[in-house]
């Protein structure tokens, strides 16, 4: 028969026929390309088959539950339950070299591997020493292993036997199952269906069909930073190096009220600005700049698109009692109209400027101009209680 049930036909029903069938609610395997619908993943229900040393030369493998798929694939997968603990003793050391073995689980099915037996089993697989010690080949039947255990030459109960908890002595080879549709506790292994899951470490990930993809980064959480270029999705939401920002189909707009941008520049020596032209103000000194967006002298480069509040400040000192004094934003070399103050001179300071909400583009770039139409230069303040300064601060997208 090619179609294959189990608890079906009245009688009849065999052995191969209830195995098949109920690997029905198992994980397919991935590790081989023939008939890999029929063929289950191996592995041991997660928490099972724990190593103990038992004494210097004895361990215990512990109990457990385990599925391991036939060698021929219309074998089916056998599914295994360990009810009692087993001790194995580990056969001394060669006087020379030292030896890998091998701890298994197995099941014997004469009618497939001409075994002679029918029987599931765990067994101990001693190896060959030698001066490159390798895994040794595994017994007859269907088999998954559970450790291999390095055994140095001359090891024996008298000279302390095997460090069964010493690193390098005992290797985990076993790795989990779990039923269809459950998330697999483990990596190193392709999914076999799209929408196929794994924890990696404590990351969630997803088969898209061709390579596993971190569910954050797919749907529903905050993609790390460096991982989502172009959002997937309309409301996406990314880590961008500690600021939180939402894909809007197009482009990564940022989270509104989550994060801001301060910049404050100051002007901490006299500057002399000639006359009848606007000319950029040099700051000296950065108060805040949290993006890194000044270069040093007279521009900021603003890092996020959207609405800022720019303030800009001029204090002229008394050199002249003429004319009118002013202060502007420029942006991109361009002053900003409404961005423009204007006052007559006075004797002593002449303060100008104040602030107001611009619409910005990352990129553009800021400078504070000062004007004055006096018949000589006049210089600005800086230091002495008076300072000259622009400042920005990003609102929302």
């Known amino acids: 028969m090619t179609v294959r049930a189990a608890w079906l036909q009245s009688t009849g029903q065999t052995r191969e026929d209830t195995r098949l069938a109920l690997s029905a609610l198992l994980t397919p395997s991935g590790a081989s390309t023939t008939s890999p619908p029929l063929r289950s993943r191996p592995g041991i229900v997660p928490g099972g088959f724990a190593l103990t040393g038992a004494s210097a030369m004895q361990c215990t493998i512990g109990t457990g539950r385990a599925v391991i798929q036939g060698y021929d694939t219309p074998q089916g997968a056998y599914m295994i339950a360990v009810t009692a603990p087993e001790t194995f003793t580990i056969a001394d050391g060669d006087p020379q070299y030292g030896r890998i073995d091998v701890i298994e689980l197995a099941v014997l099915d004469d009618t497939y591997d001409k075994s002679g037996a029918t029987d599931a089993v765990i067994r101990l697989i001693k190896g060959t020493p030698s001066a490159t010690p390798q895994i040794p080949a595994s017994g007859p039947g269907s088999s998954f292993p559970l450790y291999t255990v390095s ?119 006299m500057q002399s600005v000639p006359q009848n032209a606007w000319t950029p103000i040099t700051l000296n000194y950065v108060d805040i700049d949290d993006f890194n967006g000044w270069n040093g002298t007279d521009s900021f480069v603003v890092p996020r698109t959207g609405w800022w509040r720019v303030g800009a400040n001029i204090n002229w000192y008394g050199d002249s009692t003429s004319g009118i004094r002013g202060a502007r934003l420029l942006v991109g070399g361009v002053g900003y109209s409404r961005m423009t103050w204007m006052a007559a001179a006075s004797m002593g300071t002449t303060s100008v400027g104040g602030d107001g909400l611009v619409k910005l583009t990352a990129g553009n770039v800021l400078q504070l101009a000062g004007y004055h139409n006096a018949t000589a230069p006049v210089r ?18």
Not at 208 to 220: L, M, N, S
Not at 380 to 397: D, E, K, N, P
């Open 151 to 269: 055994v140095p030459a001359g090891t024996s109960a008298g000279t302390g036997g095997v460090q069964w908890t010493a690193p390098g002595v005992v290797t985990t080879k076993h790795y989990p199952m779990t039923a269809l549709g459950g998330i697999m506790p483990t990596s190193g292994f392709n999914g076999v269906y799209a929408g196929q899951y794994r924890d990696v470490s404590g990351q969630l990930q997803r088969w898209d069909g061709t390579a596993w993809v971190a569910y954050p980064k797919a749907i529903g959480g905050i993609a790390p930073n460096g991982t989502a270029t172009t959002g997937s999705y309309t409301g996406q939401y990314r880590d961008n190096a500690g600021v939180l920002q939402r894909w809007d189909g197009s482009a990564w707009q940022y989270a509104e009220g989550k994060a801001t941008i301060l910049f404050s520049a100051s002007q901490t020596s």
């Open 380 to 397: 600005t303040l800086g230091g002495s209680g008076y300072y000259t300064t622009l400042t920005a601060q990003w609102i929302r997208s």
